[in-house]
């Protein structure tokens, strides 16, 4: 089975810096990938996804996403965070085709005002 | 209408009662999906159920029972839990069976049992 690993525990950033969170998983074959938020007290939410196409992928509120499949990696990104980006942050992989779907560990953002 | 309601919010059982979770989606998706998450841990997944057959069972203990009546539905009876078992429990559910899709998570239940 495939695991994901998600390199930052905590980060802390002031509004308005740019934010790059790392997601790495180890399976070789074909892949979902998947970054959702969790807001405190709030449900998971999906930020955006990977299928197929181009690498670089736009989700809501600002946010983006690229993969390197040559790297395992599907780093998130946002060019100037805001506090209300305060949230957990996981990534999450499935096989193509299988509904096992792993999450990362999670990264708390905490942006300070 | 893309929400996945779970009932109830919060629960509170002793070792020996048997309740149940129960989990709601009406966007007709045909895979459910039951996790449990622990304090600032990530979801884990238990069980999969894909066209209302469980397909995926991650190794869960027999004290947690998943039941999926129709394709909107989905349940997990609880009987002998054990402390370590308080957890918040998400459900979720993807449009395709076959793990194509995003899932879409309810809010979950905060259960613990004491």
């Known amino acids: 089975a495939q695991s994901v690993s998600q390199h930052n525990h905590h980060v802390i950033l002031s509004e308005a810096a740019s934010l790059e969170l790392g997601c790495n998983y180890s399976y070789g074959g074909t892949v979902n990938l998947f970054w959702y938020v969790q807001y405190p007290g709030q449900h998971l939410q999906l930020l955006l996804k990977y299928f197929s196409g181009d690498p670089l992928v736009k989700g809501i509120k600002g946010f983006e996403a690229e993969f390197i499949k040559s790297k395992f990696s599907f780093n998130l990104r946002k060019p100037s965070v805001q506090w209300s980006d305060t949230a957990e942050y996981f990534c999450a992989v499935n096989e193509y085709n299988n509904n096992d779907m792993r999450f990362g560990a999670g990264t708390r953002l905490t942006v300070k005002p | ?114």
Request: contains cysteine.
């Open chain 2, 1 to 114: 209408d893309t929400e996945v309601t779970q009932t109830p919010k919060h629960l509170v059982m002793g070792m020996t009662n048997k309740k149940s979770l129960k989990c709601e989606q009406h966007m007709g998706h045909r895979a459910m999906y039951w996790y449990k998450q622990k304090a600032k841990k990530p979801p884990e997944l238990m069980f999969v159920y894909s066209y209302e057959k469980l397909s995926i069972n991650e190794s869960v203990p027999s004290r947690f029972s998943p039941e999926c009546p129709n394709s909107s539905l989905l349940n997990l009876h609880l009987h002998a839990l054990q402390p370590e078992d308080s957890a918040l429990y998400l459900c979720a559910s993807s449009q395709d069976g076959g793990g194509l899709g995003e899932q879409y998570f309810g809010p979950g239940t905060r259960l613990t049992v004491t």
